[in-house]
């Protein structure tokens, strides 16, 4: 306890246990300026019976010796800027971080003990809701691995709608994600242009399956319905829309001293480090690994589409936000050429054991009827297995490991999920650096505690 | 090591020896079909720590012996011909025939030759479910095996922080992927909700944390007398059983 506490404290006449070091509070006065020993003026203030108190002049100015001192702060789990209920404890130097822990679960569901549940095309709905902002890639992907165990492929037109699907679903998370960053780093603009343009997507999944957000698309063998009529004028008007509203938003980031002084040189992590903590997606990319599932491990005809993959240099803040907005560029090219080459036909196999008759057939033909009754009472059954597939989520790969004993639900559904691998690696990106930057590096690892947490 | 590794995981992949283009796979047959050729160098150089190879859905699975687990995943992690530097997952699967034994489950993938491959060990449920931990080849590991225990009570022996991650860590109805655990929970409605009242707020820093900068001296008196009978009693219920 230094001399000033002790002053004020005999003055006020109250416990010394009342004023603490930790409590003084430093404020600049209004106008700047300095004092004769060039140092600036300031006005210190000391907690009193619970509100704060000027220091009468002509007192000692000591500061309270804290050099020595480590300071917990906790960041959540409610706190705007943690992206969800995620929790952070610091351990300070002065602003500096020495050490992190994080800490998860708070909206943990267990969806993959529900799986275990639930026949395969009962679980889609729940794929919406891991990764709530990249819903229709997960119902994609869920579908694929199922399809997998199934042993069937989909028809060509399935494929190609599911290609513009994980796009546009691409699109959306990152949208959201250049958005909630750039006001967490004090941009509030390219947030409502932003979703702006989230919202156009959002009328094109209503107006193709009803539903917004939680879309359950899919099925397996197929999709819960094909595109209406006129759908696709509407996604080419995105198309043509996005990729201005995109350059507007980044040409107001890329080169702005404040975006750059706050993301440059943040957060860095090397391409060894990075393959060997097991990040995926731009987090991987951004640190100089071209690794990319669509191109690796392909699937959906991935490589048939003409696309670049972005790698970054240095793996920073700053290179996770110039590979996730040319990904958003090359999502355009991959649907424009999705859109040219959208074949007609089946959108879902022709496949009694998995696909539901057609409504009328089943209530006028014996046989549909059975097959209706059986799909929806016991559910398809795939033949023993199990399966791996792996997709190229926004955040990064995505895989659904599927296990099936022969029955209509799965063994075991696991959920690979990228931001949980990608958020485990954050006590080594936000050491040593600032707590404000803390908040710029936690988001740019585009963490969504659902997936996370599940 | 690892600017070695830096250094070549740059280089193009498609010039990989042995690596074909890669294409959307197509009419998988159930069983059978072409082995990762990973699998035929394991056999030849573990032998007898090899239990089994199996392809399903053209994917190879080894199942091998839990005591060379370690040795197989770092030499698969090392070998210039193998090289998978990348761990994507680690999981267990319970079946529902009691009989058979909990299998742990890694996937592996290598970047360099675009391979993929699953290594699994078998744990009879009457024995210790303990495997060894890869944490000291693959940083990525950490959470992972810690959610692996978490949800099936899976030790990962030379793991450094064997504790719940997604459940807290208190929870003491066990571990919920098991196939005994009921689906709504071990205890009943009143019971959990009992427990969530009576929940200590505090308990929400761990013992560790509270030793950074000697937080827990400047609590105050009545909150560090609570903390200090908890950890008396040992109610932290640190193993969750």
Redo the contacts between chains.
């Keep these: 306890m230094t001399d000033v506490f002790k002053d004020v404290a005999s003055r006020h006449g109250s416990g010394t246990e009342a004023l603490?070091g930790?409590r003084t509070i430093e404020v600049a006065l209004g106008t700047s300026g300095l004092d004769a020993q060039g140092l600036p003026l300031r006005a210190p203030l000391v907690v009193q019976g619970g509100s704060a108190v000027a220091l009468e002049p002509g007192m000692s100015r000591h500061e309270p010796e804290l050099e020595s001192?480590?300071?917990?702060i906790?960041i959540g789990p409610q706190h705007p800027a943690t992206h969800g209920v995620l929790r952070l404890?610091l351990?300070l130097d002065g602003e500096t971080v020495v050490?992190c822990?994080p800490?998860?679960?708070y909206l943990?569901c267990?969806f993959?003990?529900?799986g275990e549940?639930r026949q395969y095309n009962q679980i889609i709905p729940w794929t919406d809701r891991e990764d709530y902002l990249n819903s229709p890639g997960n119902n994609v992907a869920f579908a694929l691995g199922a399809e997998?165990?199934f042993?069937v492929?989909v028809t060509e037109r399935c494929t190609v709608l599911r290609v513009i699907l994980m796009e546009l679903s691409r699109i959306i998370s990152h949208v959201v994600w250049l958005g909630t960053t750039s006001v967490d780093i004090g941009a509030f603009t390219p947030f409502l242009w932003l979703y702006q343009e989230r919202e156009n997507v959002y009328n094109l999944l209503e107006g193709w399956c009803g539903a917004r957000l939680t879309t359950s698309i899919t099925r397996v063998g197929g999709m819960a319905a094909d595109i209406p009529d006129g759908w696709l004028d509407g996604l080419r008007a995105f198309i043509k829309g996005f990729p201005k509203t995109l350059d507007e938003c980044v040409g107001m980031l890329e080169t702005n001293a404040i975006w750059a002084g706050r993301t440059v040189g943040l957060g860095a992590i090397?391409?060894?480090?990075a393959?060997?903590?097991?990040?995926s997606g731009p987090m991987l990319r951004a640190s100089?690994?071209?690794?990319d599932v669509r191109?690796?491990?392909?699937?959906?005809?991935?490589?048939t589409y003409d696309f670049d993959v972005p790698v970054g240099t240095t793996g920073d803040v700053y290179d996770r936000f110039l590979v996730r907005v040319e990904e958003m560029r090359q999502s355009i090219r991959i649907l424009e050429q999705a859109v040219q080459r959208l074949p007609d036909g089946q959108v879902n196999i022709d496949d009694p054991r998995l696909i539901l008759p057609a409504k009328h057939k089943a209530t006028s033909e014996m046989e549909s009827m059975i097959h209706h009754f059986k799909l929806v009472m016991e559910g398809p059954r795939p033949?023993v297995?199990?399966?791996?597939v792996?997709v190229e989520s926004p955040k990064g790969?995505k895989?659904y490991?599927m296990?099936s004993?022969g029955?209509s639900k799965p063994?075991?559904w696991?959920i690979?999920p990228p931001s949980?691998?990608n958020?485990?690696?954050i006590p080594k990106l936000v050491e040593g650096h600032l707590l404000s930057d803390v908040i710029a590096i936690n988001a740019s690892i585009d963490i969504v505690m659902g997936e996370i947490?599940? | 090591m690892?600017?070695q590794?830096?250094g070549t995981?740059?280089a193009p992949?498609t010039d990989a020896a042995g690596t074909v283009?890669?294409?959307?796979?197509?009419?998988?047959p159930?069983r059978g079909g072409a082995e990762n050729p990973s699998a035929a160098a394991l056999l030849a150089h573990f032998g007898a720590a090899i239990a089994r190879v199996d392809v399903?859905?053209g994917?190879t699975?080894v199942v091998v012996q839990a005591a060379s687990l370690h040795d197989i995943v770092a030499w698969l992690a090392a070998d210039p011909a193998e090289r998978y530097?990348?761990?994507?997952?680690v999981?267990a699967?319970?079946?529902?025939?009691f009989d058979r034994p909990l299998e742990v489950?890694w996937?592996l993938r290598s970047?360099v030759h675009?391979r993929?491959l699953?290594l699994k060990v078998q744990l009879p449920k009457r024995g210790a479910l303990v495997v060894p931990s890869v944490i000291d080849i693959?940083?990525?590991?950490?959470?992972?095996e810690r959610?692996c225990f978490d949800?099936f009570g899976v030790r990962f022996e030379g793991h450094p922080d064997m504790r719940?991650?997604?459940?807290?860590e208190g929870y003491r109805e066990g571990h919920?992927?098991r196939k005994d655990?009921p689906?709504r929970g071990r205890f009943s409605r009143a019971e959990q909700l009992k427990q969530a009242l009576a929940a200590d707020p505090e308990a929400?820093?761990s013992m560790?944390?509270?030793s950074?900068?000697?937080?827990f001296e400047?609590l105050p008196l009545d909150m560090r007398e609570r903390l200090a009978h908890r950890d008396a009693s040992g109610d932290a219920g640190r193993t969750g059983e």
């Design positions: 603490t930790r001192d480590h300071m917990l906790n404890v351990e050490r822990i800490h998860i679960g943990h267990g993959e003990k529900i549940y997998r165990l042993g492929e090397g391409p060894a480090e393959i060997n903590s097991g990040l100089g690994v071209p690794y191109r690796d491990f392909p699937y959906l005809d991935y490589e033949p297995g199990e399966c791996y792996p790969e895989g490991y296990v004993d029955t063994v075991r696991r690979r949980f691998v958020l485990s690696a947490d599940r | 690892t600017d590794v830096a995981a740059l992949m283009a890669p294409t959307t796979m197509r009419g998988v159930h399903v859905w994917e699975t530097e990348y761990l994507s997952d999981t699967v319970e079946y529902r025939d489950v996937h970047l675009r993929f699953r693959y940083s990525g590991a950490d959470w992972l959610e949800m719940r991650i997604l459940l807290w919920p992927l655990f689906l929400r820093y560790e944390e509270l950074i900068a000697q937080a400047s």
